[in-house]
């Protein structure tokens, strides 16, 4: 019987100890090359970047087991998965990454880093009076190991977060908690000052923040989205930054990537990057480890972790 077959899209010598007993081949369909061992593939690492090209592959795969991403989130290739094929997620890849990345957005957009930068392109010594992240409090949606990462970081800014998840729960011994429920939302938006949006893209996230969510806003709030740009309605934030009466720091869009002529571009008080927030030097060693302790506990039975659907 031949070794079972593992597609990955980098060396499996970045693994440093992979299972023996498996045969590795190292595929990106996203460059149109295909062999023709993809019906022997087993366990299949995608690609990064989840492009059309992953579920054509999948929907080719009649042997496939296990589907593990390289990302957080798996709404981009969650539909493309067969029955009894177990999806995992690339949770804890870029908890430090997109952590560091959701503080740095509140920073610079609170102390005014865009305008700074405008300035010194003009030459022009342009100062004033900004706000601060110390003594705020920060409304953290979506506290998940990501949330708890962002928390991390702000704790030596002497900020109040408050942490909001799908469903409450207490205080847990370990000092995580109190977290609020999303119900909870209508009360907590109004008192916050940051506001961070950390949900996966599901049914019930999509739309989250809305005219009614944005129009709770207190009067200069800042609202950092690094979670996915359909959970900000477009036309809605566009309305409220136009009004002046928010700011916002944005990670993701809704379309993305943003058009040229995207009125989003142009909007008073917003900070854009173009979705790089998993995107840094931290990632690799991260999903190298998570990657190597799947495939160790695949190849000896055990149940994987981060398990999105599926048995195993």
Not at 122 to 134: E, I, M, N, Q, V
Not at 196 to 214: A, H, I, M, Q, Y
Not at 224 to 240: F, I
Not at 257 to 272: M, S
């Amino acid at each position: 019987m031949s070794e079972p077959l593992v597609w990955l899209p980098f060396d499996p010598a970045d693994l440093g100890d992979p299972p023996t007993g498996l045969r590795y081949e190292v595929v990106d369909p996203v460059d149109g090359d295909v062999p023709d061992s993809i019906g022997d593939v087993r366990f299949y690492v995608p690609p990064y970047r989840l492009g059309p090209e992953v579920a054509g592959v999948i929907s080719s795969m009649p042997r496939l087991e296990v589907v593990q991403t390289l990302t957080a989130g798996v709404d981009n290739v969650r539909g493309a998965i067969p029955d009894g094929v177990t999806l995992c997620s690339g949770r804890g890849i870029h908890d430090a990454s997109t952590a560091e990345l959701a503080v740095t957005l509140a920073l610079a957009s609170l102390r005014g880093v865009p305008d700074f930068v405008r300035a010194q392109q003009r030459h022009a010594w342009a100062g004033g009076w900004r706000s601060s992240l110390a003594d705020s409090r920060v409304l953290v949606v979506g506290y998940g190991a990501i949330g708890r990462a962002i928390e991390a970081r702000l704790a030596p800014f002497e900020v109040e977060v408050v942490r909001v998840a799908r469903t409450a729960r207490p205080a847990s011994p370990d000092g995580d908690g109190p977290v609020h429920g999303f119900t909870d939302l209508p009360e907590l938006v109004p008192d916050a000052d940051v506001i961070v949006l950390v949900v996966p893209l599901t049914d019930e996230t999509r739309g989250l923040v809305d005219r009614d969510f944005l129009a709770r806003m207190k009067q200069g709030a800042l609202l950092v989205n690094v979670a996915r740009g359909p959970v900000v309605v477009t036309d809605d934030l566009l309305a409220a930054l136009s009004s002046r009466r928010i700011t916002a720091a944005i990670d993701v869009a809704d379309p993305e990537p943003l058009p040229g002529d995207h009125p989003l571009w142009d909007a008073p008080g917003l900070l854009v990057s173009p979705h790089v927030g998993g995107m840094t030097s931290a990632m690799w060693p991260r999903a190298h480890r998570l990657v190597r302790d799947q495939l160790h506990r695949w190849a000896a039975g055990e149940v994987l972790h981060n398990r999105m659907t599926g048995a195993y």
